[in-house]
């Protein structure tokens, strides 16, 4: 019931930026986090960005702090994922997440490659 579509994702140059996007739709009554997840070969997939729904409030991993941007549009159901000053260590597939009052949804993820 609940569908969570990705896009934005592509072949980027070090030092260079990545915008991606997330919409929420279905049975989304209740949404009130979403946020963005990742996972490179042979790593555990890790949290990139959470915001919060109502106050917009925001967290980031301590790896992209400084470098990537998350921000929202309620009126759109949507997240986005501003991404800087790229590094091959981002590499990674993205996943957006979103909770629905206490359950979760994941989006089909979205490959992300930094060329070096």
């Known amino acids: 019931q609940v569908h969570l579509s990705e896009s934005g994702g592509g072949l980027v140059q070090v030092g260079g930026s990545l915008n991606l996007s997330c919409v929420a739709s279905?049975?989304?009554?209740?949404?009130?986090?979403m946020g963005w997840y990742r996972q490179a070969p042979g790593k555990q997939r890790e949290l990139v960005a959470g915001i919060t729904v109502n106050s917009g409030y925001t967290n980031y991993g301590d790896s992209v702090k400084g470098r990537f941007g998350i921000s929202r549009d309620n009126a759109a159901n949507s997240v986005y994922l501003h991404m800087t000053d790229l590094r091959p260590e981002d590499t990674a597939v993205y996943y957006c997440?979103?909770?629905?009052?206490?359950?979760?949804?994941w989006g089909q993820g979205t490959q992300v490659t930094v060329s070096s």
């Open positions: 279905g049975s989304i009554d209740g949404l009130n986090t």
């Open positions: 997440r979103a909770y629905v009052y206490s359950n979760s949804y």
